[in-house]
């Protein structure tokens, strides 16, 4: 049901021809026209969190970080005793607290239920911050000294939080908070990449196979600036940054396909607009609206970006347009205009890589588990 309903939502999204003004007909009327549970699955929300406020009942104790399977064990010492943090999923009230695929599918689920609640954010739906705050953490990783990446959770910290690039983040950060509070056995490092997760597939997105494992780690941990990508840049600088972390031109032309949720604030980035019609919906129009679109230079006194001819509310960035202008990453962008599917199925495999990147697990990879999306 779950499926066909995600499906229904992203066919009305795009039907008809594809101009710019019947899609935008189309898509901002959907949210009238379709029943809540439908319009749900296209408009999910989500946030993130700061260090939880220390507690005066009790202390948290952390032992073996690195047991098999990369799940943690976690106590909890209150009166003398100790008992876990969280009931197991077998009802467990006392002694090692070993989480299961179903306690981080409980976490899924009150990800994807604050998602649904709040939708007190841009285009109604925290889920495109949720999806940045992942990549965010994750992209920072350099295959040569091996370091960032998603294992530490260092934007917690003021050097790596300031960054420009993580201008805006603190609220998905915020958002996650009452997650970590509700499941405080779960490391932010965990946390955020699963948010990440949930809030693509609450957009309509591919189903992203996950494992936990991630340990949180200090303020000595904080990546230096520059290590995200410059939108104000062009193909030369896309190759320099994602060829450090490991992705080839058809991974980065995938990973960019993400521009298809979420927006540009003047007061983060400095640019302005949403990339597609639908920004709460995951889908190829991303490369549909590349190739298909007439672009020219926003006539503004922000950076240099581009609008659509046809209706004036599109935009895209250099680094965007650098995919159109260069044959080789062009050449993937026609492959995912034209197949949704083979762009969810590149999608969900370099997501998955990017999550990963520098994280010493202790699992295998046959390990990833796929949670199940929200009715």
């Known amino acids: 049901m779950a499926s066909a309903t995600r499906t229904f939502t992203r066919l009305a999204a795009r039907s008809g021809p594809a101009t710019s003004c019947l899609r935008t007909s189309v898509t901002r009327n959907a949210r009238f026209l379709l029943p809540r549970q439908t319009f749900q699955q296209s408009s999910r929300r989500g946030y993130a969190s700061e260090a939880p406020k220390s507690s005066s009942t009790g202390l948290y104790w952390g032992l073996g970080l690195a047991a098999a399977g990369g799940a943690s064990y976690y106590f909890y010492a209150n009166n003398g005793g100790f008992t876990n943090l969280k009931e197991g999923s077998a009802g467990e009230t006392r002694g090692v607290f070993t989480p299961t695929k179903q306690d981080y599918q409980n976490v899924y689920n009150a990800i994807a239920k604050l998602l649904e609640e709040k939708d007190d954010y841009d285009d109604g739906s925290y889920g495109p911050v949720l999806v940045r705050l992942a990549w965010h953490c994750s992209g920072t990783y350099d295959k040569e000294t091996r370091t960032g990446g998603s294992n530490g959770a260092t934007m917690r910290f003021a050097p790596e939080g300031d960054h420009g690039a993580n201008a805006g983040l603190k609220a998905a950060r915020d958002f996650i908070a009452p997650i970590k509070e509700q499941f405080p056995w779960i490391t932010y490092s965990d946390l955020w990449t699963l948010g990440g997760v949930a809030a693509i597939q609450e957009m309509q997105g591919p189903t992203i196979p996950w494992r936990p494992g991630r340990m949180d780690r200090d303020v000595s941990a904080c990546t230096p600036d520059g290590r995200l990508p410059d ?133 295998k990879e046959d390990d990833r588990m796929e949670l199940r999306p929200s009715t």
């Open 231 to 363: 939108g104000a840049k062009e193909q030369s600088h896309l190759r320099a940054i994602f060829g450090r972390m490991g992705f080839d031109d058809r991974e980065i032309v995938a990973l960019s396909g993400a521009h298809a949720l979420g927006r540009c604030h003047t007061d983060r980035s400095g640019f302005d607009g949403p990339w597609s019609f639908s920004p709460t919906v995951m889908s190829n129009d991303y490369y549909r609206l590349l190739l298909g679109e007439k672009w020219n230079f926003r006539k503004w006194n922000g950076p240099k970006q581009y609008q659509d001819v046809a209706t004036k509310s599109l935009m895209m960035l250099p680094t965007d347009m650098a995919l159109v202008n260069d044959k080789e990453f062009k050449k993937h962008v026609e492959r995912y205009a034209k197949d949704d599917q083979a762009f969810f199925s590149e999608f969900r495999d370099v997501m998955v890589k990017l999550l990963e990147l520098g994280v010493p697990f202790q699992s």
